[in-house]
Structure formats: C-alpha cells, structure tokens
C-alpha cells in the first residue's frame, strides 16, 4: 500500500508541474447579418473608431456595388451613401492616411463587355462626400495591389492590370508611393519579388512585408505563393522566406496586430478550395498557427481590421456570400515569445 500511496504522489505532483497547454482565444460571432448585402472583394479601413466597408463583388456579371457603411461596434451598421461616385470598387485598394479614408484602383463590370480597371484615386472624410485626387494616377489601372501607409507615404505595390482576361504580362512587381494622392512616384520598377496580385502587404519593425498572393486567370495560368519578403525603404528587397508554414493562396487578409502580421483565410487552387485558418508571425519568417475552437467558416476576400484592441472579420466568399461579422481578443500575455 504504500508503494502504491508513493507513486500515486509522485504523479500528482509531476502532473502538477506539467504546463498546462493554455486553449487558443475563440472568435466571437458579432452579427450574422449585418445591415449590408452579403459580398467579397469589398474595401475596408478603421476610421474615426467605425468600421467603413465600401463596394465589393456580388456577381461577375453585375456592375460592382458603390454603397458605403460604417459601425461603431461591428454590429450594427448604418448605410452612409448609396452611390458614391467612384465605380471601380471590385478589388480596389484602400486605406486610412493624412485623416482620410482612401480608395484607388478596382475593377468594374465583371466579365461584361463593359468591364475595366482603374487607376483612379479618391478620398473621404465621412464617406458620403469623396474627392478624386486624379483620375490617372502614374501606375496602370489595375487591381488587387497591396496598400500600405509607410514612412508618411501612401504605397501601391504590384497588382494585375486584368482580372479575369489577362495574362502573365498583366502581373504587376513596381512600387509606387504618394505623399497627397495625386502625384506618384515611381521607387522601383522591378521589386525583386515575383510579380503577383492577390497578394498582402504590412508594415512591422518600420518595414514593409510583401507576402502570397499570385494569379488567378485564366485558369491555366493559375499559380500562388507563400513566399515573404521585406524591405527598409520599398526599393531594395530581401526574401524572409521562400515557403512560410501557410499554404500558397490567393485572396486572403492580413492585419498587425499584438506587433504580429497576421494571415487570414483565402483561397488555393488544384483542388479550389477556401482556407479558414489563421497564422501570426514576429518576423515574417516563423509562423504559428492559431487553432481556435470557435471560428469562422473558410472563406477568402473577406475584409480584416483591428479594432477595439480585437482582430475583425466581416463578409466574404464563404459559399455562399456573407454578412458575417467576427471578432478575435488576445491577451497581451497569451504569447509565449
């Protein structure tokens, strides 16, 4: 007995000090229709503590949708304009510099006729009032660039001068940056990266990071990457990785937040499929996935924020569209690094 009374305390006591494995933060179902009609492509930004959602995608052979909203808590959602006057909204570019809410590029008409890219830039200060700082601006219309605020400057780097009628030559590795909107300058005509569209941007540790993305169309020419490079000044790049831990996809969303780039949902090919998962790194180069027990759905061209010191996500291509809007807390201490 008590040899069996010994050992049983020394379990005990070892599995006291065992570490516990801390359960990954669930997402938080905020609303499972908001006020707007269920879409993807859409652009977003956090200003003026709201959440703004503009345009987006509802069918390929429909005009590209130019209504605006905003929320105060992710829930309820007020519409701000019906008809803004820019029209190019599938896909475009958008972000939050010098207090204003900007949109620039996109793509209008689908697979109609009709159809274009822009390169067109607007602004807004309450998004039912907009300013177009030019309707040419000195990049190519094109879509699907990644957007960044860097160094006082807005950036456009890369994008596809087509969407669904190009080819390899439609691809896009230039960057380009603007201190007002209206005048750009062009920092390098050739990256270094691959060119590529579908891609993400974000800055961290006062660089930018260029990471995914790739092609979509024409079918054939399919090809997405998991690639991440980096640089001090948009001109000069260095590859972090070749292959990060996520899969090579298209169409996803990132965010930085808790000083990590985070990778968001998306989309691959050869089998099509979505992705649900969630991935956030120090350095672009170590990735850690984040398993939460309660998530979204896989989705892709979903619109990512931070917000009210939380990760969100609203709408996107879940098959079907949606409407949903979740958000994501992680403690400050929840990260072992």
């Known amino acids: ?22 359960k990954a933060p669930d997402w938080v179902l905020e609303t499972g229709k908001a006020g707007w009609q269920p879409r993807d492509s859409q652009g977003e930004v956090v200003y003026r503590d709201r959440l703004w959602l503009f345009g987006g ?86 879509i699907a660039a990644a957007a960044v605020e860097f160094k006082g400057k807005m950036w456009i780097l890369g994008g596809t001068e087509d969407y669904y009628f190009g080819d390899e030559t439609s691809l896009k590795n230039d960057v380009w940056h603007s201190a007002d909107g209206e005048h750009w ?18 800055v961290l540790n006062d660089k930018i990071f260029v990471f995914g993305g790739g092609n979509y169309a024409p079918q054939n020419l399919y090809r997405a990457y998991n690639d991440v490079w980096s640089s001090s000044d948009g001109i000069h790049w260095t590859q972090e990785t070749t292959a990060a831990a996520w899969p090579p996809r298209l169409w ?14 998306g ?12 991935w956030h790194s120090k350095d672009g180069k170590s990735w850690t996935q984040l398993k939460s027990a309660v998530t979204w759905k896989e989705r892709h061209e979903h619109s990512a924020y931070v917000f009210q010191d939380k990760i969100w996500v609203a709408g996107g291509h879940a098959q079907p569209l949606s409407s949903e809007v979740w958000s994501l807390y992680v403690p400050l201490d929840w990260f072992e690094d």
Not at 9 to 22: I, Y
Request: proline content about 6%.
């Open 57 to 142: 995608w509802f069918d390929s052979f429909k005009a590209a949708p130019r209504d605006v909203w905003s929320s105060a808590d992710g829930k309820t959602w007020n519409l701000v304009a019906d008809a803004a006057p820019w029209k190019h909204s599938d896909l475009p570019m958008s972000l939050v510099f010098a207090d204003k809410m900007w949109i620039m590029g996109g793509w209008s008409g689908g697979r109609l006729p009709d159809h274009s890219a822009s390169n067109a830039v607007w602004s807004s200060t309450d998004g039912a009032n907009w300013r177009q700082a030019t309707a040419h601006a000195g990049w190519s219309p094109r």
């Open 252 to 265: 996803f969303s990132t965010v930085v937040y808790r000083d990590r780039i985070w990778v968001l949902g």
């Open 1 to 22: 007995m008590k040899i069996l009374l010994t050992i049983l305390a020394m379990f005990c006591l070892l599995a006291a000090r065992a570490p516990a494995e801390e």
């Open 267 to 278: 989309w691959s090919n050869h089998p099509s499929k979505n992705h649900g998962d969630v």
């Open 185 to 202: 300058t062009l920092a390098t005509a050739d990256a270094g990266w691959p060119p590529r569209a579908y891609h993400q941007a974000a």
